[in-house]
Each structure stands twice: as structure tokens, then as C-alpha cells.
């Protein structure tokens, strides 16, 4: 592999319209991956793991204007780190042990 070389790919197709869509799958798990705040230090990205905020992210305006109607204040940029610890705790499950044993709490 190559020192931060990012490899993205697209659930299998068949044809050239597969091939075509496969492809644009690939570039959207790239897309997320790289503009991720939490980027992965694993730089193999398959659009099935990353579909669901492929596809909410695929128009930046209307998300980061949704991100604003529904975050507020807490979408600031200055909020992070509470948006970091909200994120944390839920992915693991609600559990503030855990979640602050991830976070070094």
C-alpha cells in the first residue's frame, strides 16, 4: 500500500452501466472518506459502509444547511468537541463507562 493512498470501491455491477455505477459508488466513498472529520486511519473505503452519509451528503450546501437547522448553535465549529462526545457515547450504545473510557475520561 501506498503511504496515504486512499482505495474506494463500488458494490459489484455487471455491464457498462454497472461499471458506470459502480464507479460513481467508488468516488462517492471517497468523497465522504475524505471530507470525513473522523477520517479512518484504514484508507480502504467500500461504498456499502459508507452509503447512508454518501447519500446525505451529496449536495454539501443542503447538508451543511440541514446541519444547521437541526444542530444550531451545536453545528459551530467551536462545538466539536461536544459533537465528538455526543458521537462517541452513542456509538457505544448509550453507555457513559464506555464512552468515556474511549474518550480517555
Same mark, same amino acid.
Given at each position: 500500500?501506498?503511504?496515504?493512498? !486512499?482505495? /474506494? *470501491?463500488?458494490?459489484? /455491477?455487471?455491464?457498462?452501466?454497472?461499471?458506470? *455505477?459502480?464507479h460513481? @459508488?467508488?468516488?462517492?466513498?471517497?468523497?465522504?472518506? !475524505?471530507?470525513?472529520?473522523?477520517?479512518?486511519? %484504514?484508507?480502504t =473505503?467500500?461504498?456499502? %459502509?459508507?452509503? !447512508? *452519509?454518501? !447519500?446525505?451528503?451529496?449536495?454539501?450546501?443542503?447538508?451543511?444547511?440541514?446541519?444547521? %437547522? @437541526?444542530?444550531?448553535?451545536?453545528?459551530?465549529?467551536?462545538?466539536?468537541?461536544?459533537? @465528538?462526545? =455526543?458521537?462517541?457515547?452513542? @456509538?457505544?450504545?448509550?453507555?457513559?463507562?464506555?464512552?468515556?473510557?474511549r474518550?480517555?475520561?
Amino acid at each position: 500500500m501506498v503511504p496515504g493512498a !486512499l482505495v /474506494s *470501491a463500488g458494490r459489484p /455491477s455487471h455491464g457498462l452501466d454497472g461499471f458506470r *455505477a459502480t464507479h460513481e @459508488e467508488a468516488k462517492a466513498a471517497a468523497r465522504v472518506t !475524505l471530507h470525513s472529520s473522523a477520517r479512518s486511519h %484504514d484508507r480502504t =473505503v467500500l461504498f456499502e %459502509d459508507v452509503r !447512508l *452519509a454518501a !447519500l446525505l451528503t451529496s449536495d454539501p450546501e443542503r447538508a451543511r444547511s440541514f446541519v444547521r %437547522d @437541526e444542530l444550531g448553535a451545536l453545528g459551530h465549529s467551536r462545538e466539536a468537541l461536544l459533537r @465528538e462526545t =455526543v458521537r462517541v457515547y452513542l @456509538e457505544c450504545n448509550c453507555s457513559p463507562a464506555t464512552a468515556a473510557a474511549r474518550l480517555d475520561v
